[in-house]
């Protein structure tokens, strides 16, 4: 299996402003996958990460408002820039390890 | 492309009924995972099962049941003798890919509530 730690658990922001996700697994692991969860909503997509290359993200999401890095094996990060209240979510930070999805406990993002 | 569809939003049964929730899945791989997750209302996402697109075998754990139909493209799930604790909202996903590490893209998601 597959541990994962998020930080923060849990934040209140400002509009315009930007907030680091970060992700820490405790195996190393080819692919991140980095979700967000609007409330009440499924989990969507937002990119895969790659340690060595850039991310790859799905319809609807772009780089420049969620930058992504992955600097190594056991580690990621998501940046969601210039925060309107629509960004209000729980974002989720998730490796796939023996054919099995793990999840951080998420990131609750509350944006003002 | 990848897609699950769970038709039925929000379903609520009285305690100790049985209960289905459907999915249905879209791919054009033949290699292919199909999962359930169970999400409680504390948030959390917890795994229940992972299937292969090789292996039509229904599967059961204890109360939970998956019924697997790839001439249908349907992964359903059958809870019996539900219990209010099963409450909670219900994600099908699908993962293309030899591996099993493509990406995975999940449902809308069911909400069951079992009512005591």
């Known amino acids: 299996s597959a541990v994962i730690s998020q930080k923060p658990s849990r934040d209140i922001c400002q509009r315009g402003t930007s907030l680091t996700i970060q992700c820490q697994v405790d195996?190393?692991?080819?692919?991140m996958f980095w979700y967000r969860q609007q409330p009440g909503q499924s989990l969507t997509l937002i990119a895969t990460?790659?340690?060595?290359?850039?991310?790859?993200?799905e319809s609807g999401f772009v780089i420049d408002k969620f930058p992504i890095s992955r600097p190594n094996l056991t580690f990621s990060t998501l940046t969601v820039s210039n925060m309107s209240p629509e960004d209000s979510s729980i974002y989720l930070c998730?490796?796939?390890?023996?054919?099995?999805?793990?999840f951080g406990e998420g990131s609750r993002l509350t944006v003002l | 492309a990848q897609k699950v569809t769970q038709a039925q939003t929000e379903i609520s049964v009285v305690e100790k009924e049985d209960v289905t929730l459907d999915c249905v899945y879209e791919?054009?791989?033949?290699?292919?995972?199909l999962f359930w997750y169970k999400q409680p209302p504390s948030g959390e996402l917890v795994f229940l099962i992972r299937?292969?697109?090789?292996?039509?075998q229904n599967e059961i754990s204890g109360r939970y049941s998956w019924n697997f139909q790839k001439s249908t493209s349907s992964f359903n799930f059958t809870i019996t003798a539900s219990q209010v604790v099963d409450s909670a909202v219900y994600f099908c996903?699908?993962?293309?890919?030899?591996?099993?590490?493509?990406?995975?893209?999940f449902g809308t998601g069911t909400r069951l509530k079992v009512l005591a």
């Open positions: 990460a790659n340690q060595g290359s850039e991310a790859t993200y």
């Open positions: 195996s190393q692991v080819t692919m």
């Open positions: 299937r292969n697109s090789f292996d039509e």
């Open positions: 998730s490796v796939a390890f023996g054919g099995e999805l793990f």
């Open positions: 791919t054009r791989d033949t290699t292919y995972y």
């Open positions: 996903a699908l993962s293309e890919g030899a591996s099993g590490t493509y990406k995975y893209i």
